[in-house]
């Protein structure tokens, strides 16, 4: 990888995260105002903070997996 | 939320009205409602009575521009030009006892939202001085709680006067119930104004919450006037409550005569009672902002949670209402529009933006 290329992402989450089942038994049931509340890679609640202008999601197992500045 | 249902959550965004038990008035008793309230709240300054609301309310659809127009007008007398903006920030996360039927962070239903702890002073910290940053004079810290015990307290009681200090803005908590000696504290550690809101009318609360009652929040509303601070006591519209119900709401907020009232419209969450209700139409709301506004002609009148699923792109639309303050950004635990987008709106409205306070 060069050192210009993005980080790695997870290009087929494995679980939805919004409800947390694997992404292949949800249909897509995320919501446009909603935040992220499971970790995409294991399905783990996250703890999320929401701020006026931002929010982050925080994984027990996978640390902040997902975070925006508004 | 079960991890093991078969079926995702499915909302609809189909509008529900409030039920009416009576017919829309037609297009000349309309302008005469209109006449009348203009009359009194513009040349008598007068409050309208709950038989006056009760006709406007039955306005047809096609009146509710002219609603708002007189609705917008009283603002301006009233209240004068200028938008307050606030910034809110749950610093202490779900586990909340209560069961209030419409909130996600209710340790009695399923819900997505995971209970996480008191923040530390640094993330509030950071929180506010974004909030200060975006041009708000209003900072709410606010906590999932029935009310606050004596270590939440203390935490608070740290908690204001560094925030208030660092970053100029005034501070507002909502903490749930308080008693007596809790409310007094809370005024004399420099809680600006206080947030509990009544939510919907008395005659409709057990519907929606059982495990405290409306007495209860109107008890603590009390509390706050007494001890000085300003109250914010806001409405939840859209969770079935009647037109009638909504008609006893505005009076019952007439009688109690808060500072600021934030009017929510229902985002449906999921895992809740109240997961699959219908959304607000963006025309019914503009309609109860508009009548909300005429029964509470001095209050400051706060766009809240909802008015994105409920007004779409219609948000300016009730800044010309009867609105004359907005929550910036993200609520709780859902998110809002950019910050950017609403100041470029007041900015297009020539709204400037001020901290506000109770007129009468």
């Not at chain 1, 290009?11 to 038994?25: F, I, N, Q």
């Not at chain 2, 908690?159 to 005034?170: F, H, M």
């Not at chain 2, 037109?243 to 109690?256: A, F, M, P, S, Y």
């Not at chain 2, 993200?330 to 100041?343: A, K, Q, W």
Request: aromatic share 4%.
């Amino acid at each position: 990888m060069a050192a210009s290329d993005p980080p790695p992402t997870h290009a087929t989450p494995e679980h939805c995260v919004s409800c947390g089942r694997l992404a292949s038994e949800c249909p897509g049931c995320g919501r446009e105002l909603d935040p992220p509340h499971f970790c995409a890679t294991c399905g783990t609640r996250l703890a999320v903070l929401v701020k006026p202008t931002g929010w982050r999601g925080r994984c027990k197992v996978h640390g902040e997996v997902a975070a925006s500045d508004r | 939320m079960s991890l093991t249902s078969d079926q995702p959550v499915a909302l609809t965004t189909k509008p529900g009205p409030a039920r009416d038990s009576q017919p829309p008035l037609d297009p000349a008793e309309a302008r005469l409602a209109l006449r009348n309230a203009e009359q009194a709240l513009l040349d008598d300054r007068r409050l309208l009575t709950a038989d006056e609301l009760a006709v406007l309310a039955r306005v047809p659809d096609q009146s509710v521009p002219s609603l708002a127009a007189l609705a917008h007008e009283v603002r301006l007398a009233w209240c004068g030009p200028e938008v307050e903006v606030e910034g809110i920030l749950s610093v202490k996360t779900g586990g909340c006892p209560e069961d209030c039927h419409f909130c996600s962070q209710s340790s009695a239903f399923d819900t997505p939202v995971k209970a996480t702890p008191f923040l530390d002073t640094d993330e509030v910290l950071a929180a506010a001085r974004e909030t200060a940053a975006v041009g708000a004079s209003e900072f709410c810290i606010v906590l999932a709680v029935r009310g606050p015990d004596e270590r939440t307290m203390q935490r608070l009681l740290d908690l204001v006067p560094i925030v208030r200090d660092e970053t100029g803005l005034n501070i507002a908590v909502s903490a749930g119930i308080l008693t007596d000696e809790q409310a007094r504290r809370l005024a004399e550690g420099g809680v600006h104004r206080y947030n509990h809101n009544l939510e919907t009318a008395r005659s409709f609360f057990p519907q929606v919450v059982t495990t405290h009652t409306w007495e209860e929040r109107l008890d603590t509303c009390s509390l706050v006037r007494h001890y000085g601070m300003e109250l914010c006591c806001g409405a939840l519209l859209g969770m079935g409550e009647s037109v009638d119900q909504r008609i006893e709401l505005l009076t019952q907020l007439q009688d109690l005569d808060p500072t600021e009232v934030p009017v929510n419209f229902l985002n449906p969450r999921p895992g809740t009672p109240l997961g699959e209700a219908q959304v607000t139409g963006a025309l019914d709301a503009i309609r109860w902002i508009a009548l909300f506004r005429l029964a509470l002609p001095s209050v400051i009148l706060r766009y809240a949670g909802g008015r994105e699923i409920t007004l779409r792109e219609l948000q300016a639309l009730g800044m010309t209402s009867g609105i004359n303050a907005l929550i910036v950004g993200n609520y709780l635990t859902t998110l809002g529009r950019s910050p950017e987008d609403d100041l470029q709106m007041l900015a297009d409205l020539k709204m400037p933006i001020g901290a506000l306070s109770h007129v009468i």
